[in-house]
């Protein structure tokens, strides 16, 4: 997720309870094709030898761009592409990437087979329709382009966040790629809060995998086997395994998107929502450090 799954909250999620695969944050390719944009991207694509199997998402339109950041993709180690074709966010919308893809087919086979050039395997990450609902005709479409995994959101673009995630046309994804496909792997997501939920869904639906978003911030132990209940402390140690993590990064790490975080490791006890108050005050992580030990 954008501005979340870094190498550093991964690393957090990792400690807490690891998914059985990363994907990174998405990372545009025409930014990776420039020299002066590929820094940019440089800490989105930054990873740990330990966090394998880490597959790298890109979203762009130019078919050049995605084989050469495929090919570099391949030499940074990572396990695989995957191509971001459901983002609904208006400013990657109109740029023609993300979920405007569903609507460009032609150009999709081109990005598809760009991005296989390094060699890696290729999935695609996507919603069931652009303003309206056609698994059929998109996911069948997706299917015949030999792709190695298949994520489906089971919204429209249209839809954003904004209706439960459809769950019977993600069955009706495994259905098509039982006929179409046998070979790929269909991933669903949307609403998935716990492994345990992902897998009652995966039983019902018949897909291979199941994607957790949003759920790391409602529990960052979310992908536990065995789902427990864990302490407001416990909580509190991941965020300072959090800032410890900033701090030893050989990347600069800005320190106000840390802020986002901190819904995420200081709740449910009394007192919470005043903590997280003076921790939104804060201005560096010496700060956060001295308010959290006063606590
Ligand atoms: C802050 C934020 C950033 C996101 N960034 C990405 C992204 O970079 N790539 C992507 O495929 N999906 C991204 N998503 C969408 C989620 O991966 C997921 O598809 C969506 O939230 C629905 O699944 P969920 O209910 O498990 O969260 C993002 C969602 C949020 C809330």
Request: hydrophobic share 40%.
């Amino acid at each position: 997720m954008d501005g979340v799954t870094d190498v550093i909250f991964r690393r957090v999620i990792a400690k807490a309870a690891r998914p059985d695969v990363f994907f990174s944050e998405f990372t545009n390719a025409a930014a990776f094709f420039s020299d002066f944009g590929r820094q940019s991207t440089e800490s989105r694509l930054a990873f740990l030898p330990d966090e394998q199997p880490l597959v790298a998402q890109i979203w762009g339109t130019n078919p050049d761009h995605f084989a050469f950041m495929a090919q570099a993709l391949a030499k940074k180690g990572f396990a695989g592409i995957d191509i971001n074709m459901g983002c609904p966010v208006k400013d990657v919308v109109k740029t023609g990437g993300g979920s405007a893809l569903i609507e460009q087919p032609e150009l999709v086979a081109k990005l598809i087979s760009a991005a296989k050039q390094g060699g890696l395997p290729v999935s695609v990450k996507t919603r069931i329709g652009f303003k309206t609902k056609k698994t059929d005709e998109w996911i069948s479409f997706l299917l015949r382009q030999d792709l190695a995994a298949l994520t489906v959101h089971g919204r429209t673009q249209k839809q954003m966040s904004k209706v439960p995630a459809d769950w019977d046309e993600v069955a009706k994804a495994v259905k098509l790629r039982n006929n179409i496909a046998p070979q790929t792997l269909i991933i669903g997501n949307g609403d998935v809060t716990t492994r345990a939920d992902g897998l009652e869904l995966a039983k019902k639906t018949g897909v291979d995998g199941i994607m957790i978003g949003r759920g790391v911030f409602a529990n960052p132990f979310c992908f536990e086997i065995e789902q427990k209940m864990h302490s407001s402390q416990e909580l509190q140690d991941l965020l300072n395994y959090h800032l410890n993590l900033i701090e030893n990064s050989e990347h600069i790490m800005p320190f106000a998107p840390l802020k986002r975080f901190f819904k995420i490791y200081i709740r449910d006890f009394d007192g919470a929502n005043e903590l997280r108050t003076k921790l939104m005050e804060t201005k560096s992580i010496t700060e956060v450090r001295e308010i959290l030990t006063k606590n």
